[in-house]
């Protein structure tokens, strides 16, 4: 069944026996994690209920993955956190309007995003980077959860000085809070090799008997004490126009983690299952997704890899999975909102830290050693999050993913082409010494597009063979497969490397244009930046007309 409204498709999944069982299994998860990454991002537990509501629903209706399940992250928990900490000034009312400022922003940001198209917005962050920081991230996590195992505190934000800290107060350590916290370890682990049993919910049910029957708080045990779930009145924070502006930069950061991270796990089982998604669709879905939430002061929402792995592996056929365990988790705040109450705080760690141990796999970093590519990025993103905190790591992650792209965009690598054999390829004569040069031709091949960083170095490069070639070469090719477009600082370089060939009586040819680019070489012969210019479709047709006695000119 579809729903169309101003354009925007809204599709209701088919009615499955399987999605129904799938949703009450992953339920069991999805509210303890809820109220467990509350703890993570320094807000009220309903703030992890109320996202999961809006992801499920939102993503539900307009999302593209059938598998996807959309909640609060522990990602997007701790970025916030240390995010907001940074501006509070130790405020805490102030820090939660913060929050939900940012959740707002990043959500803004995602339909900005969906709007205009750009669906690969994550493939900036580059794997390696991604997979550093996620370690890193829940190395991070899993010491701050363990600190409320033990029951100490530390106002440290390095982590080195963070986990010294705790150390140092082991003499104080609650032993019995470790007890509970290896206990509901233990079960959560054991119960994760039968994916159909909701092992979190078991543990919690296990955890709230206890906390009920043995009155864990005489053995200093927290339980997690009073929520709140009336629907609060949706609104805008009241913060400041400079801190919206401080949270706009920051919002930038939490889209592209968050979407990193949630299409990392879409297109996982997408392709798994040979599913066709849409990135587009998807952005649109988080913003508002995200916008819902913060309005109604959520935490912020993305498709976690644990959660959606899970929905999966119950046998979810549609995303009436993820509704229906929408449905399950109000039944349950509904109806059990008392023994909610008595969960220990242990087993809330616990629930934590088995969420987030699949980042702790060193098993990821293999494939890095094995190429011996990109280890010392993942080592960088890493040492950034532990050295400068989740917040500056973040950021310095992404900074070198962006660093990364522009070192390899930039490369103003260019290859001399050859014959290969009597055939009609041409490939690098450097890589392919087979290959023969053509008689009075020169064949340049940019290897990566052309655009203002690398324009004059490309031209730089081609101009060293035109000097060094001999009076026998009356022809140049440049083969510009690579470049999708041109910017104008490419189009004057293109420009200037015409008028000198020109200007020595010589020919200038380009191949393998592509139709946009074709047309921006056109306007520039149009206001007379560069001379009349001839171009083919492939290499071959370009030499071939290169070799006429009077080769025609097309613009």
């Known amino acids: 069944m579809e729903f169309r409204w101003s354009g925007l498709r809204l599709q209701m999944p088919k009615f499955s026996t399987q999605d129904i069982i799938a949703g009450l299994s992953i339920a069991g998860l999805l509210l303890p994690e809820a109220v467990a990454y509350s703890s993570i991002g320094n807000l009220p537990p309903q703030a992890g209920v109320l996202a999961l509501f809006a992801g499920l629903l939102c993503y539900g209706l307009l999302g593209s993955s059938r598998f996807a399940i959309v909640s609060a992250t522990s990602s997007s928990a701790a970025v916030m956190a240390a995010a907001t900490a940074s501006m509070a000034n130790g405020d805490p009312q102030h820090r939660m309007a913060l929050a939900f400022g940012l959740i707002i922003l990043s959500g803004i940001f995602f339909v900005l995003a969906s709007l205009a198209k750009i669906g690969s917005v994550s493939e900036f962050v580059a794997k390696p980077v991604l997979r550093g920081f996620a370690f890193a991230l829940a190395l991070t996590i899993t010491i701050k959860q363990f600190s409320k195992i033990v029951d100490v505190h530390s106002t440290e934000t390095n982590f080195l000085y963070y986990v010294a800290d705790i150390g140092s ?157 929408a449905l399950t988790v109000l039944v349950m705040v509904w109806t059990l909102l008392p023994l909610i109450e008595l969960i220990p705080e242990p087993v809330l760690a616990a629930i934590v830290i088995h969420a987030v141990s699949h980042s702790l796999s060193l098993y990821a970093f293999k494939p890095y050693m094995v190429w011996r590519r990109d280890v010392i990025v993942v080592f960088v993103a890493i040492a950034g999050v532990i050295v400068l905190g989740v917040l500056d790591g973040l950021l310095t992650a992404i900074a070198i993913s962006i660093a990364l792209m522009l070192r390899r965009i930039a490369n103003a690598n260019v290859t001399v082409l050859g014959r290969l054999g009597s055939s009609h390829d041409f490939v690098s004569m450097q890589n392919h010494p087979e290959a023969k040069s053509v008689p009075g031709v020169i064949i340049f091949r940019p290897e990566t597009p052309m655009f203002f960083a690398n324009a004059e170095r490309i031209t730089t490069e081609i101009r060293h063979g035109i000097a060094a070639a001999d009076n026998s070469v009356h022809s140049f090719i440049v083969s510009l497969e690579e470049s999708y477009d041109l910017d104008s600082s490419s189009l004057q370089a293109l420009a200037d490397l015409s008028n000198l060939i020109a200007s020595q009586h010589r020919q200038l040819f380009f191949a393998r244009l592509k139709d946009q680019v074709q047309d921006i070489l056109d306007q520039g012969v149009a206001i007379g930046l560069m001379p009349a210019y001839s171009s083919g479709i492939s290499v071959d047709d370009t030499v071939a007309m290169a070799n006429k006695p009077s080769a025609a000119v097309t613009t």
């Open 169 to 325: 107060q082991f003499v104080i350590w609650n032993v019995n809070g470790i007890l509970v916290g290896l206990v509901a370890l233990v079960m959560l682990f054991s119960l994760a090799r039968f994916p159909k049993i909701p092992g979190g919910l078991i543990t919690i049910a296990c955890g709230i008997a206890a906390g009920k029957f043995l009155h864990l708080e005489q053995y200093g045990i927290h339980l997690v004490g009073s929520m709140q779930l009336q629907l609060p009145t949706p609104g805008l924070p009241p913060l400041a126009h400079h801190e919206w502006a401080r949270l706009g930069e920051l919002a930038l950061a939490m889209v592209m983690i968050l979407y990193a991270e949630s299409y990392s796990s879409i297109r996982t089982y997408a392709l798994k299952h040979g599913d066709q998604t849409s990135a587009n669709r998807d952005l649109f879905a988080f913003g508002i997704s995200n916008i819902v939430s913060g309005l109604f002061h959520g935490m912020p929402v993305g498709a976690g890899y644990s959660a959606t792995s899970a929905n999966e592996a119950a046998g979810a056929q549609s995303k009436l999975a993820g509704l229906c365990a």
